[in-house]
Nanobody, 126 residues
Framework: QVQLLESGGGLVQPGGSLRISCGVS????????MGWFRQTPGKERDFVSA????????DYADSVKGRFTISRDNAKNTVYLQMSSLKPEDTAVYYC???????????????????WGQGTQVTVSS
């Protein structure tokens, strides 16, 4: 069993920055691929970013590329999402997810992931 807990969400002004974190306990964190998704009311959960278990590969949605950076610290069992140049349309509940499947294009799909956190709210507003 794997437990994921997001933290670091909050209110930030447009153009500002925020880093959210996801702590993972349970099975070997260093062997799981991690993803970040976001969701607004009434909409599907959208892919934001993903990182391979080794940290050697990353992927980003076009909407956040160049503004968001995903990283992980396997010694701390934590994955991060550094968000910069935030826009009001980035407002959402952000979820982290873990997968023990092979790394590939499927990492953009929610169905690829085996475990999910409860989410953290990020609000971008003046």
């Amino acid at each position: 069993q794997v437990q994921l807990l997001e933290s670091g969400g909050g209110l930030v002004q447009p153009g500002g920055s925020l880093r959210i974190s996801c702590g993972v306990s349970g099975r070997t964190f260093s062997r799981c691929n991690m993803g970040w998704f976001r969701q607004t009311p009434g909409k599907e959960r959208d892919f934001v970013s993903a990182i391979k278990w080794s940290g050697g590969s990353t992927d980003y949605a076009d909407s956040v590329k160049g503004r968001f950076t995903i990283s992980r610290d396997n010694a701390k069992n934590t994955v991060y999402l550094q968000m910069s140049s935030l826009k009001p349309e980035d407002t959402a509940v952000y979820y982290c997810a873990a997968s023990f499947s092979f790394w590939g294009d499927r990492s953009r799909s929610p169905g690829y992931y085996d475990y999910w956190g409860q989410g953290t709210q990020v609000t971008v507003s003046s």
